[in-house]
């Protein structure tokens, strides 16, 4: 586990603090832990998350009594993804059926299909006149830019992958125990969709969403199946 896995991992059990120089470490050896994948020392105190994830709910518009709401107001609308809070930590590994979320197929087959048009009407005026410098601009301009595009799709740092164990975002888990709640946000006047991962730190751990296939009904259904799976193995486990 690197830095960031142990601070998603840490940040819900009364052990944590946080450093100013280090970011969140354990108090119980005032370090970085050093376990690799759960920890047997984790103690959650539910209801201190409980009085933070009210607070946080409230910065985002919501009221107690009305965490399944939706709240709209003239920039954002915001929705609750329900479900209770997991107890403990899973010495689960991500299972076979995780969904994955990815960069949606046809927005990328959208922005490869104009510079390749653009390409196929410029390259025949190439070979016309191969010395002409807009022409040899415009087809060095639409070679990186299909370069670029092929890139970025292939770049899976902002791809979700939801599974038994949590959420895995940029190449770090994010345990279900450390997720009081999880908010929708979305602002079709600026083209933005997030989703907000309630934790106990300071800052939530906010997933642009913009580009990724099959949001945000799928991604809800996505995260409330996995979420309720691994509450189940937890009380199975006990």
Known sequence: MNKASYSRYCTSCSHSKFDPYRGVICGLVNDYPDFKEDCDKL????????????????????????????????????????????EESLPVKPSANSVQIGKSKIIFLFYLLVPILILLFTLPMFFIAPLEPLIVIIDLFMIIALTVIVYEYKDKSNSLNINAKGILYKKAIVPWH??????????????????????????????????????????????????ARARIKAILSK
């Open 43 to 86: 103690s959650i105190d539910r209801p201190a998350l409980e009085k933070i994830y009210d607070e946080k709910l409230s910065g985002y518009g919501f009221s107690k009594h009305g965490r399944t709401k939706t709240v709209i107001d003239s920039n954002y609308s915001c929705t609750v993804i329900p479900f209770k809070p997991v």
């Open 178 to 227: 450390s997720i009081l709640g999880a908010v929708l946000r979305e602002s079709r006047q600026h083209n933005k969709a997030e989703l907000i991962l309630i934790t106990a730190s300071k800052a939530d751990i906010i997933i642009d969403l913009v580009g990724l296939e099959g949001v945000p009904f799928r991604l809800e259904y996505a995260i409330i199946f996995h979420q």
